[in-house]
């Protein structure tokens, strides 16, 4: 590298401010992931809880389990589970639901 020893080069100012660059859109991008993610979830946890509700009117209480199993659905899914409950008869239907899709 021109007579510039590679120990010597990582120690120059310049590098040290092109990588402080680089980490910190790093860090700003996985954060900006990281919010969206948990963003989604919660919009996935809230559809879960307005769909548990529907669900226990329709088809009685709801066991812990099978509402742990719909609350760690993905929001696609739980939309479509609404969806779907309002042609429910009973528990069978869920559980054949939760069957097929969970």
């Given at each position: ?77 739980v ?21 097929a899709?969970?």
């Open positions: 590298m021109g007579g510039i020893a590679v120990e010597d080069f990582t120690q120059s100012q310049i590098y040290k401010e092109i990588v402080g660059i680089g980490i910190a859109e790093g860090e700003a991008r996985g954060e900006a992931r990281g919010e969206a993610r948990g963003e989604a979830r919660g919009k996935a946890e809230e559809a879960a809880v307005v769909t548990l509700r529907l669900l226990a009117r329709r088809c009685g209480p709801v066991s812990p389990a099978i509402t742990s199993r719909i609350k760690a659905l993905p929001l696609a899914q939309e479509a589970l609404a969806e779907a409950l309002l042609d429910f008869q009973g528990p069978a239907d869920l559980d054949d639901w939760l069957a899709h969970g």
